[in-house]
């Protein structure tokens, strides 16, 4: 029988790597793919324990919150998303999410459809979060109805990255005693985040994206301010719940038997992130995300294609959306580069689909992997006749030659 995989989805197999350029799903270096092929084993085993305690302890340690409680769930982003509102939400509260761009409208679209209340706060293309319009939210709300100001740090589908501080800085301002949450999908293991030093009371991510892992893990990290506004107040819950998670029984702890090859999976990446040294991963996700945007801009100079983001404080390290002018398909270009060029980049979602494509550069990623990708994509350009700007690769290189390691 031919078995196909996801490495070799056409038959024959194409040779070569496949380039995934994705936002997430993002790369999976062997070392984490080896360690989830791990046999299973009884769930009495002392192993067991102590790989659940060691990702803990890893989970803490990316985030600089040693007292915080960290939930495992065998879930994608969208999963502890609504871990956080399930937890956050009541019949007497809203929850405040800040209009970042479609990750952030899909998150309130769920909260709603759990029955809780949402306020949003306007969001302008290019642009990062309004920091002012959620001051103002806050200081309307005199009756401190809001339980929860809910963000995301960098939106994956705008490719902006906004700034946590400000906000933080805007609550304190107000004086109203709001939590604070951040959605870190995108950005943890790619830009600075650290939990305590920013005064976040909850934050919550996946394994698809920095962390280097296949979907299929979250986590959300929890201060004991948050935990106790959520034991006093938040509507009844089961699956999702805190409270039935904070135990020290092991299937307690997952409601259910824990995703073992994915904490397998995940106590390697947390190693490989803390071998290099976060400074240095951070580092060279800001390279990487430079030099894209360096051959962005080159491409730009004829108007076919422009970046995204408009306020050079929003670009990502994690991920470039980039525009193209009325006229051009970016799902077909994408369509060209994945399957004539081996590289797998994202197109548009929500308000933005259909008008920009998106490069992903993080996760395990180097260099000449990033200059792949923007090689196969100029590539793709030319087989569709987009009339991009020239230099671009050449700015890439000059770019990393001028940054190195
Ligand atoms: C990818 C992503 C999500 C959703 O994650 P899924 O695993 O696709 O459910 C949520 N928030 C952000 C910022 C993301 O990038």
Redesign the pocket.
């Known amino acids: 029988m031919k078995v196909q995989s996801m490495s070799s989805p056409i038959t024959p197999r194409l040779p070569g790597i496949r380039f995934v350029h994705s ?2 799903p993002t790369h999976v270096p062997d070392e984490v793919m080896h360690a989830m092929q791990r046999p299973m084993t009884d769930l009495a085993d002392p192993r067991v324990g102590a790989l659940i305690a060691a990702c803990e302890k890893g989970m803490k340690e990316l985030l600089n919150s040693p007292a915080s409680d960290i939930f495992f769930y065998a879930s ?4 502890v ?1 609504e871990a956080a509102s399930a937890n956050l939400g009541s019949d007497q509260h809203s929850l405040l999410i800040a209009g970042s761009g479609h ?1 952030s409208d899909q ?1 309130a679209i769920q909260t709603t459809g759990l029955g809780l209340s949402v306020i949003r706060t306007p969001h302008t293309e290019g642009q990062q979060i309004d920091v002012a319009a959620i001051e103002a939210a806050l200081r309307a709300d005199t009756a401190h109805n809001i339980s929860a100001v809910m963000v ?5 589908a705008s490719g902006i990255t906004s700034d946590l501080q400000a906000i933080r800085e805007a609550i304190n301002r107000t004086g109203h005693p709001t939590l604070y949450v951040v ?1 870190v ?2 950005s943890l293991g790619a830009a600075p985040f650290d939990m305590d030093a920013l005064g976040a009371d909850v934050c919550l991510g ?1 394994s ?2 920095g962390l280097m892992m296949p ?1 299929g893990l979250g986590f959300v990290a929890v201060n004991a301010k948050a935990f106790a506004w959520s034991k006093a107040h938040a509507k009844p819950r089961y699956y999702w719940s805190w409270l039935e998670r904070k135990t020290d029984n092991q299937s307690a702890k997952f409601c259910g038997t824990p995703p073992l090859a994915h904490l397998a999976g995940l106590e390697v990446s947390l190693g490989l992130l803390k071998e290099e040294g976060l400074a240095a991963v951070h580092a060279r996700h800001q390279r990487l995300g430079a030099a894209v945007r360096a051959a962005v801009t080159c491409w730009a100079s004829t108007g076919a294609v422009k970046l995204h983001c408009q306020d050079p404080k929003g670009f990502s390290s994690s991920v470039t959306a980039i525009e193209v002018a009325p006229g051009i398909d970016p799902e077909a270009m994408r369509a060209v580069a994945r399957e004539k060029f081996q590289v797998a980049i994202a197109g548009g979602l929500g308000p933005l689909a259909g008008r920009v494509f998106r490069i992903g550069h993080l996760g395990d990623m180097n260099e000449p992997m990033i200059l792949g990708a923007l090689a196969g994509i100029e590539a793709a350009m030319t087989v569709q006749k987009i009339p991009y700007g020239p230099n671009g690769m050449a700015a890439a290189i000059a770019y990393l030659a001028q940054h190195t390691r």
């Open positions: 936002p997430g994608n982003g969208h999963g998303w990750f998150w995301v740090h960098t939106d994956t959605d999908v995108a996946s698809q994206k979907p």
